[in-house]
């Protein structure tokens, strides 16, 4: 049972229940980015298992024809326990979703998983085209990787960073990350032809990127958290691009304690939204 205040973050704990909350936020123009909860697996059975799920998902919004896509975290489809059972889960994702029709997003997740979830992203992006790749602005290799993505097909969305790397790979001061956040929305809005995705809740950091895509012409959306400034969303979708990232499933309490703690105002989001009925 998920209690009221982490439930305000999530889609539910079964793909049907997922589903019918993409249906709900389809309805306000927003499209959802649909993430079954569970990472760092050491077991092949609950990597294949999720892999599974995944699968049938994009099945089920190929069907219906949903604005939906899939979001799945590297060490949850096996990167832990090996890159053959990493590299087999995945493409058997990627491939099925790209049968479909159905977008797949690789999540970026803590600093030691940076370079397989890069290479994975290109290999997959030269096979397939229809994913995308998380980066974040807090790695000091963000820039470079970056460079490296430009002449790729795909999407590449720019987030802050929710883990916290240890200084020698990452900017620590906030000041810092925000400089970073927006040198690499100009890069990339100069840079990428296939789009940018903005995954923040940054008034500022939204009306650059309006800005830069004025500029340069570059097609974007933003992407921003189920729970985090909703009605903002709804707003948006009115004039832009937006997906809200939906994670689901019954392994919450990890995410939920990460997104509690990677921003003291989103506790402020969610006891206001609870507050408020």
Same mark, same amino acid.
């Given at each position: 049972?998920?209690?009221?205040?982490?439930?305000?973050?999530?889609?539910?704990?079964?793909?049907?229940?997922?589903?019918?909350?993409?249906?709900?936020?389809?309805?306000?123009?927003? $499209? =959802?980015?649909?993430?079954?909860?569970?990472?760092?697996?050491? %077991? #092949? +059975?609950?990597?294949? /298992?999720?892999?599974?799920?995944?699968?049938?998902?994009?099945?089920?919004?190929?069907?219906?024809?949903?604005?939906?896509?899939?979001?799945?975290?590297?060490?949850?489809?096996?990167?832990?326990?090996?890159?053959?059972?990493?590299?087999?889960?995945?493409?058997?994702?990627?491939?099925?979703?790209?049968?479909?029709?159905?977008?797949?997003?690789?999540?970026?997740?803590?600093?030691?998983?940076?370079?397989?979830?890069?290479?994975?992203?290109?290999?997959?992006?030269?096979?397939?085209?229809?994913?995308?790749?998380?980066?974040?602005?807090?790695?000091?290799?963000?820039?470079?990787?970056?460079?490296?993505?430009?002449?790729?097909?795909?999407?590449?969305?720019?987030?802050? $960073? =929710?883990?916290?790397?240890?200084?020698?790979?990452?900017?620590? %001061? #906030? +000041?810092?990350?925000? /400089?970073?956040?927006?040198?690499?929305?100009?890069?990339?809005?100069?840079?990428?032809?296939?789009?940018?995705?903005?995954?923040?809740?940054?008034?500022?950091?939204?009306?650059?990127?309006?800005?830069?895509?004025?500029?340069?012409?570059?097609?974007?959306?933003?992407?921003?958290?189920?729970?985090?400034?909703?009605?903002?969303?709804?707003?948006?979708?009115?004039?832009?691009?937006?997906?809200?990232?939906?994670?689901?499933?019954?392994?919450?309490?990890?995410?939920?304690?990460?997104?509690?703690?990677?921003?003291?105002?989103?506790?402020?989001?969610?006891?206001?939204?609870?507050?408020?009925?």
């Amino acid at each position: 049972m998920i209690p009221p205040l982490a439930r305000r973050f999530l889609a539910g704990e079964t793909p049907d229940a997922a589903l019918t909350h993409a249906a709900s936020v389809n309805e306000r123009n927003v $499209g =959802a980015i649909l993430n079954l909860l569970g990472e760092h697996y050491d %077991d #092949r +059975e609950a990597a294949a /298992a999720d892999a599974e799920t995944y699968c049938r998902l994009a099945s089920d919004i190929a069907a219906t024809d949903l604005n939906a896509c899939l979001s799945v975290k590297p060490t949850q489809l096996g990167l832990a326990i090996g890159e053959a059972c990493f590299r087999d889960n995945l493409e058997t994702v990627v491939a099925h979703a790209a049968e479909r029709d159905v977008f797949v997003w690789l999540d970026m997740e803590d600093h030691g998983t940076t370079a397989p979830t890069l290479d994975a992203f290109e290999r997959h992006a030269r096979d397939h085209g229809d994913v995308g790749v998380c980066v974040q602005a807090n790695l000091k290799r963000t820039g470079t990787d970056l460079e490296r993505l430009a002449g790729l097909p795909g999407k590449v969305r720019l987030v802050k $960073g =929710a883990y916290n790397p240890p200084a020698a790979v990452a900017h620590t %001061d #906030r +000041e810092c990350i925000e /400089a970073r956040m927006r040198e690499n929305l100009e890069f990339m809005f100069r840079e990428f032809e296939d789009g940018v995705a903005l995954g923040s809740h940054d008034p500022d950091l939204i009306a650059l990127s309006a800005d830069l895509h004025e500029t340069y012409g570059t097609p974007y959306e933003i992407q921003m958290l189920l729970g985090v400034r909703t009605q903002a969303q709804y707003d948006l979708a009115a004039h832009h691009d937006v997906y809200q990232y939906a994670p689901f499933g019954t392994r919450w309490p990890a995410y939920f304690y990460r997104r509690m703690t990677e921003r003291w105002e989103n506790v402020g989001f969610a006891l206001r939204a609870l507050l408020s009925g």
